[in-house]
């Protein structure tokens, strides 16, 4: 996360420097994944190399939204075009349908962000609204897509 935040052309939620969670709040926070069923976080790597990207999907925690996760997905840049992205997608979905209760996966998308876009699209993803400068990364200001995907009809 500390060297994806300090990337200039991504668009995560965290500015350069921001990440500074201890080794015991990394591990606590990789622990709140794994109680959690509705949950998923994975890490990617090349090879034999070093870590590439990030998987997250997070659970909806009532009731009412537990059908719904909110999908966040990064490559650093250097591995980028390589499948890497495709990969974590199809994991993503295949981790969805097989839990066999969520039928709604959520993400939000920088609009400036075509490769991503077209990946989600390429997934199934379609647009559901822009929130106009929703994020602000390196003193800009940034609009994002909504995109949503619904797995099954409940």
């Not at 709040?25 to 990789?30: G, N, R, T």
């Not at 349908?97 to 400036?112: A, E, H, K, M, N």
Request: overall charge neutral.
């Amino acid at each position: 996360m500390k060297t994806l935040s300090g990337e200039q052309d991504v668009d995560i939620l965290l500015e350069p420097g921001e990440f500074m969670a201890s080794v015991a709040e990394e591990e606590d926070f990789l622990r709140s994944y794994l109680n959690d069923d509705h949950s998923l976080f994975l890490v990617a790597h090349y090879g034999q190399g070093p870590f590439v990207g990030t998987l997250s999907l997070d659970g909806g925690r009532f009731r009412s939204t537990r059908h719904v996760v909110n999908l966040g997905i990064s490559v650093h840049k250097d591995y980028r075009k390589r499948g890497i992205g495709r990969s974590l997608m199809q994991t993503a979905i295949d981790w969805c349908d097989r839990t066999g209760s969520i039928s709604r996966i959520q993400l939000q998308v920088s609009v400036r962000n075509e490769a991503a876009l077209r990946l989600y699209q390429q997934f199934g993803f379609v647009i559901e609204g822009i929130g106009q400068d929703a994020m602000r990364r390196l003193g800009q200001r940034l609009d994002v897509y909504f995109m949503a995907r619904l797995l099954s009809k409940d």
